[in-house]
C-alpha cells in the first residue's frame, strides 16, 4: 500500500505551513510570475490563474493522495498572507526519502522566510515522519538558494553536471532555457542538531522540476 503525507499544518516563531486553498489564487499566481522564479524554476510563464487553481485543487491533491509528495502555502502568522510554498517530491517510502524544493515571493525575500519554512519542514519530515534523508538541488549559479540550503545544516554532496535547465527571459519577454549544473545537498537527522542556530536572513528557490 502507497504511503502518503497527512494533510498538517506545522508551525514556527513567524510562520504557518499548511495545506493550499483556493483563497490562495490570487497570491501563487502574483508570486508564480517574479521573473526570479521564472529563471530558476520549471514553472509555466506566464503564470496563470487558472493555472494556479489547477495546481490548488488537481496538482496538489494528487501529489499527496499518490503519496508522490506534499505541497504547503507558507504564511506569516500575524497577516496569514501567502509568503511562500514548500514542495515534497520524489518521495520513496522505502527508503524514507524526499526532496524539498520551495519560492518565496518578492516582497517577502530577505527575511529569512525561506530558512525558516525549510528546516521545519525538514525538521518534521525527520522527527515525526521518520525520515531518513532529505534532498535540496540547487541550480550552480544560485547562490541565494545555496546560502539557504547551508543555513539549515544542508550537507553538499556533490555536483551534477549539466542536469539543470534554467532560464533567461530576453528584452521582448520571451524565455529561452540555459543548461547548468545542479549542486545535490542532503539532510540527515543526526544533522540537524544546532540547524537552528545557524538560521539568518535569507531568500531562495530550488527548482520545482515537476510542476508543469
Same mark, same amino acid.
Given at each position: ?46 503564470? $496563470?490563474?487558472?493555472?494556479? @487553481?489547477?495546481?490548488?485543487?488537481? *496538482?496538489?491533491? #494528487?501529489?499527496?493522495?499518490? %503519496?508522490? &509528495?506534499? +505541497? ?18 520524489? $518521495?520513496?517510502?522505502?527508503? @524514507?526519502?524526499?526532496?524539498?524544493? *520551495?519560492?518565496? #515571493?518578492?516582497?517577502?525575500? %530577505?527575511? &529569512?522566510? +525561506? ?37 539549515? %545544516? ?41 540547524? %537552528? ?16
Amino acid at each position: 500500500m502507497t504511503s502518503t503525507f497527512p494533510n498538517i499544518s506545522i508551525s514556527t516563531e513567524r510562520l504557518v505551513l499548511r495545506p493550499l486553498d483556493e483563497d490562495d489564487v490570487p497570491a501563487l499566481a502574483e508570486m508564480m510570475n517574479d521573473e526570479q522564479v521564472g529563471a530558476w524554476t520549471d514553472v509555466p510563464q506566464p503564470f $496563470t490563474e487558472d493555472a494556479a @487553481r489547477n495546481l490548488i485543487t488537481q *496538482y496538489a491533491p #494528487a501529489q499527496r493522495e499518490s %503519496g508522490r &509528495g506534499l +505541497a504547503l502555502a507558507v504564511t506569516e502568522f500575524l497577516t496569514q498572507r501567502l509568503v511562500g510554498v514548500v514542495q515534497l517530491g520524489k $518521495t520513496n517510502w522505502h527508503i @524514507r526519502s524526499t526532496e524539498l524544493s *520551495y519560492v518565496i #515571493a518578492p516582497w517577502a525575500r %530577505g527575511e &529569512g522566510y +525561506a530558512s525558516e519554512a525549510a528546516l521545519a519542514t525538514a525538521q518534521w519530515l525527520l522527527g515525526d515522519q521518520k525520515f531518513e534523508r532529505v534532498e535540496l538541488r540547487t541550480a550552480a549559479d544560485n547562490t541565494a538558494s545555496q546560502q539557504v540550503a547551508q543555513k539549515i %545544516g544542508c550537507i553538499s554532496e556533490g555536483v551534477l553536471r549539466n542536469a539543470c535547465i534554467a532560464h533567461v527571459r530576453a528584452e521582448d519577454g520571451t524565455w529561452s532555457d540555459v543548461r547548468t549544473d545542479f549542486i545535490v545537498w542532503s539532510l540527515l537527522p543526526e544533522d540537524l542538531d544546532g540547524a %537552528g542556530e545557524q538560521l539568518a536572513d535569507s531568500r531562495g528557490f530550488t527548482s520545482f522540476s515537476d510542476w508543469n
